[in-house]
């Protein structure tokens, strides 16, 4: 693995570890006790999204870290962890949350992994009438129509990907196919993004199973809608989990003049970018982008314990346990369902990315996307996104989907 970046400052050297996480977590759920908050993270231990899911849980120990100044504690309780794992199953998570309700007391839940998942879990979180934060699940409907009054994300959604993907691409003279998973995640991120592009033009949108590993069927379909067109023609892909995408590129897609763009990513999947330098997007996490105290400790942190930097979706699951704390913090920690609400509609919240605040309308969180550049360096395995600029939460218009 590479060395530190030069960006981590010889003051992260005193920041404390978190060596001590591992102790927090029960070999097994035990009976609720009245001096401990019982928190369920379900999400994908395994399954296709199952390096998503590890990241996510890793980041959510190491932000209950953090959150708490290492005590594990809010208001003189202790926090207690049940994970389990939904394998990336619908029916699964929904058993799963309901057991953690259930049986095993939980005052709240988070996750899941999976837009699929969280979808069926949804309507469990209103049967328990109980929190469920979600994290990193992205469909629009989740805090869209589908949504309940006990549903927060800091998970980013599907519009603040589109919104932010077409501030890199919507221009005039510019025509885009998209490619995508045909499942929620996919095709809520591509309604978002037609809703987002005001001047380029879609004239083509694929979706594929998620279980793609031959990509020459749908690019041949994306590379004759595009062949023909005048000016500038890009591919959009918006995919997650297993299957490599940028295969398409294989094809000669430069011999009809189509470019690839396409959003963030884990940094494993992160190093076919390396064969597109230029290549421009938004992305909701890089670990050398953000400035800011509490990703600072996350890099240092992260890198004294793994000898590597924070990935994606670490960040999004240290969110979600800042998140977490400071709601209980507000509460004094009173886990009652209503009281939490109360402490969580417009609330705001210092992450690895900054400020998040949750929107009272639907819970979403509001918070900055980045728009990148893609830039080869031999230091790094993967292409380097660098910024091009912040899009800030105020400068996204993002659409109120939930009708309530």
Do not use: C
């Amino acid at each position: 693995m590479t060395a530190v970046p030069a960006f981590r400052r010889h003051a992260l050297l005193a920041l404390a570890s978190v060596a001590t996480l591992a102790l927090a977590w029960p070999a097994s759920p035990a009976l609720a006790q009245s001096g401990e908050i019982r928190i369920a993270h379900i999400h994908s231990k395994t399954g296709p999204l199952e390096a998503y899911g590890k990241q996510t849980a890793l980041g959510f120990k190491m932000g209950l870290e953090y959150a708490t100044g290492g005590t594990m504690m809010v208001a003189g309780k202790k926090l207690v962890v049940i994970e389990k794992d939904d394998q990336g199953k619908p029916d699964l998570g929904k058993s799963l949350l309901a057991a953690a309700y259930g049986d095993d007391k939980a005052d709240i839940a988070v996750g899941p992994t999976s837009s699929g998942v969280a979808l069926a879990m949804l309507p469990v979180a209103e049967e328990y009438k109980k929190v469920l934060l979600v994290e990193p699940a992205v469909a629009d409907s989740i805090t869209g129509d589908k949504w309940n009054k006990y549903i927060f994300r800091t998970g980013r959604n599907s519009s603040q990907d589109a919104i932010s993907n077409a501030v890199a691409l919507d221009k005039s003279g510019t025509v885009i196919a998209t490619l995508a998973q045909d499942y929620a995640f996919g095709r809520d991120g591509v309604k978002a993004f037609k809703d987002a592009v005001k001047n380029a033009k879609i004239v083509h949108e694929e979706y594929l199973p998620t279980s793609t590993t031959d990509f020459t069927a749908g690019a041949q379909r994306l590379i004759d809608k595009l062949k023909d067109q005048p000016g500038r023609k890009v591919i959009w892909v918006i995919w997650a989990g297993a299957g490599n995408p940028f295969k398409i590129a294989d094809l000669d897609l430069k011999r009809y003049g189509i470019e690839i763009a396409t959003g963030g990513n884990i940094l494993p999947a992160m190093a076919a970018y390396k064969n597109f330098p230029g290549m421009e997007g938004a992305t909701y996490y890089y670990f050398g982008i953000p400035k800011n105290p509490v990703n600072e400790w996350l890099v240092a942190n992260h890198y004294k314990q793994f000898k590597t930097p924070p990935d994606f979706f670490t960040a999004g699951g240290m969110s979600a346990a800042i998140a977490v704390v400071e709601a209980l913090k507000k509460t004094r920690g009173d886990t009652t369902t209503n009281t939490l609400i109360t402490a969580m509609e417009g609330m705001s919240f210092e992450t690895p990315k900054g400020k998040m605040t949750f929107r009272k309308e639907d819970h979403q969180a509001m918070q900055s996307m980045y728009h990148f550049k893609i830039k080869v360096d031999p230091a790094f395995a993967w292409g380097v996104p660098e910024l091009v600029r912040e899009i800030k939460a105020e400068e996204m218009n993002v659409p109120l989907r939930n009708k309530r």
